[in-house]
């Protein structure tokens, strides 16, 4: 039995939708930051489901460039964070709240 | 499979700014921070000779990697535009740098890898090469943003861009992976081939790519992390990057929507109009109330987002070439605008509040008749670049028919007025508070010569700089 390819776009889309809202209600930094992860594996999903219907090599070629990518935003990400936490000993982002106009 | 051939020196301004930026990074490891002011020379060289290399290779439409990159006259003009904001951001950054104690060699090499990644989107005729382009730009700005890491202001600017910033990258890439599903392929061509039979995926890929590209660009309703992040970020970042950033998010609208997209421009165009309308009214109507000098020029970059946004909107060459253009007089007065803001400071702070130029012209004649320049061409005033620019995009957005977007820009333009001449007036008035120094240096005192002989010389002898972004009207067509 072969799962039809609507399926994996639906749980792509959800995943997607689970991080959004993981991104929009949650406060510590580093959920925050873990959600985001979720999206881009979420379309990293898409690329391989279209790319396999599709018989193109090129959506699993993307999933390469998603991969490299999302790991120099951790590398960025997980440095700002760490710097923020030194001085405030809190990842929490209501508590990072000095810019206001 | 034959690997497809690859002609590098098409890409050797590319080349030149990677190979610096390497060289900057490497090179910094060896020296100790305040021995690093050579690297500033370096990657000024750097710069400067893709600049050269840039002009050089021509406007002659030649594509590599087999067809995701295309060199042309839009890459040219842009990339042009891209190396030119570059220098004069080494220019301003140049002294603020080495009060600050800024890892100079870090700081530089950012700068180059930033700008490779305008240069790469102004090229990219393929979603992933744009894509790579994107994140080529946006990391190094995270980290230019937090640089001032002890700063909490610093850290929050730069923790507040990459968050919101990854989020909407995430944005962008579902919508090349939904545009690939729809076409079956990631080159901006297929787009164009598809345009007849569009289906509800290939809508929502294109929406998401624009949420992307909107939010680059600071456009509304993407807009409200800007005010934040450029308070926040130290100076010279704030100023690079509102320039910067703009360059690669507008090059990349070109090729989709002028380029890819031309024949369904019935469909996007209105949505682009409205989110034009909207941004020009809320970046200046919130832009009228602010006292930091920072925050208010980050409004104005939302406002002028606005502005060059109707250049896309019009969907026509001439439309183009004005965003181009418009890009080009951005550049000039609003690095401009922060080089003056840079070079004042209180007790080793920035005095980023509009009160603080109180009295400047006085004490500083140059100085203040400079801002007074910038200010007066982002107010958009006859004789300044500023002008010319607003004229390009709503004479083209008026040759569509699209009145209302041109009556909108200029009424906004007038409010607009309001805030930029409050800043010049306040030069003009009173005496200047006592702990307000002034650190010039050789190197912001020559960008701010060069940014204001660009404000000027484009807005009285605009011929050759008219006729070099009209260029980009040829690929377009």
């Known amino acids: 039995m072969t799962v039809p390819i609507g399926a994996y776009l639906a749980l792509g889309a959800l995943l997607f939708v689970l991080g959004i809202a993981g991104v929009l209600l949650r406060r510590s930094a580093l959920i925050v930051f873990m959600s985001i992860e979720l999206m881009l594996n979420a379309v990293n999903l898409t690329f391989v489901a279209f790319a396999r219907q599709l018989g193109r090599l090129e959506g699993q070629v993307a999933v390469f460039f998603v991969l490299v990518v999302a790991a120099v935003e951790v590398v960025v990400g997980l440095a700002i964070i760490i710097a923020i936490f030194r001085t405030r000993a809190t990842v929490d982002l209501d508590d990072v709240d000095l810019l206001r106009g | 499979m034959t690997l497809p051939l690859v002609d590098l020196r098409q890409l050797l301004p590319e080349l030149i700014v990677t190979g610096t930026a390497i060289v900057v990074l490497a090179w910094a490891l060896f020296l100790p921070v305040p021995r690093q002011q050579p690297l500033r020379w370096l990657a000024a060289g750097g710069v400067g000779a893709a600049l050269i290399a840039t002009v050089m290779l021509g406007t002659q439409s030649t594509s590599a990697f087999a067809g995701m990159y295309a060199r042309d006259a839009l890459t040219q003009v842009l990339q042009a535009t891209a190396l030119v904001a570059a220098l004069l951001a080494l220019g301003l950054s140049g002294d603020y740098v080495s009060r600050t104690r800024f890892d100079g060699g870090e700081f530089y090499g950012l700068v180059l890898f930033a700008a490779l990644g305008a240069m790469l989107m102004a090229a990219s005729t393929d979603l992933l090469m744009l894509f790579v382009?994107?994140?080529?730009?946006?990391?190094?700005?995270?980290?230019?943003?937090?640089?001032?890491?002890?700063?909490?202001?610093?850290q929050e600017a730069g923790l507040k861009y990459f968050l919101l910033g990854a989020?909407?990258?995430?944005?962008?890439?579902?919508?090349?992976?939904l545009l690939f599903g729809a076409t079956g392929s990631t080159a901006l061509g297929s787009l164009a081939a598809r345009v007849g039979a569009p289906t509800t995926i290939f809508h929502a890929g294109i929406a998401l790519l624009t949420v992307g590209l909107a939010f680059k660009a600071a456009v509304v309703p993407f807009h409200f992390w800007v005010p934040d992040v450029y308070e926040g970020a130290p100076l010279p970042v704030t100023a690079y990057m509102s320039v910067i950033a703009k360059i690669g998010a507008f090059a990349a609208m070109l090729r989709v929507f002028v380029g890819a997209l031309a024949l369904q421009a019935a469909q996007w165009a209105p949505l682009l109009a409205a989110a034009s309308v909207l941004t020009m009214v809320l970046g200046n109507l919130a832009a009228l109330r602010q006292t930091s000098i920072k925050r208010l020029l980050a409004y104005s970059s939302i406002a002028h987002a606005g502005y060059i946004l109707t250049g896309v909107v019009a969907g026509t060459p001439a439309g183009a070439s004005a965003v181009a253009f418009y890009l080009v007089a951005y550049t000039f007065m609003t690095l401009g605008a922060f080089g003056v803001v840079l070079m004042l400071q209180r007790q080793g702070h920035e005095a980023d509040q509009i009160a603080d130029l109180t009295g400047l012209a006085w004490r500083s004649p140059a100085l203040g008749?400079?801002?007074?320049?910038?200010?007066?061409?982002?107010?958009?005033?006859p004789l300044t670049v500023g002008f010319l620019a607003k004229f390009y995009v709503?004479?083209?957005?008026?040759?569509?028919?699209?009145?209302g977007v041109a009556v909108i820009g200029l009424l906004t333009s007038v409010v607009s007025a309001y805030y930029y001449l409050r800043v010049a007036y306040t030069m003009f008035i009173g005496q200047p508070s006592a702990d307000i120094e002034y650190v010039g240096g050789r190197w912001v005192t020559a960008a701010l010569v060069v940014c204001a002989a660009g404000v000027l010389g484009g807005g009285l002898f605009p011929a050759r700089l008219t006729a070099f972004v009209q260029q980009v009207a040829q690929v377009l067509r």
């Open chain 2, 133 to 154: 382009g994107f994140e080529t730009l946006s990391i190094p700005l995270y980290v230019l943003a937090a640089f001032a890491r002890s700063d909490q202001r610093s």
């Open chain 2, 167 to 177: 989020f909407s990258t995430a944005f962008f890439l579902y919508g090349i992976a």
């Open chain 2, 394 to 403: 709503f004479t083209a957005v008026l040759d569509r028919g699209q009145v």
């Open chain 2, 369 to 381: 008749a400079a801002m007074t320049l910038f200010m007066v061409s982002l107010a958009g005033f």
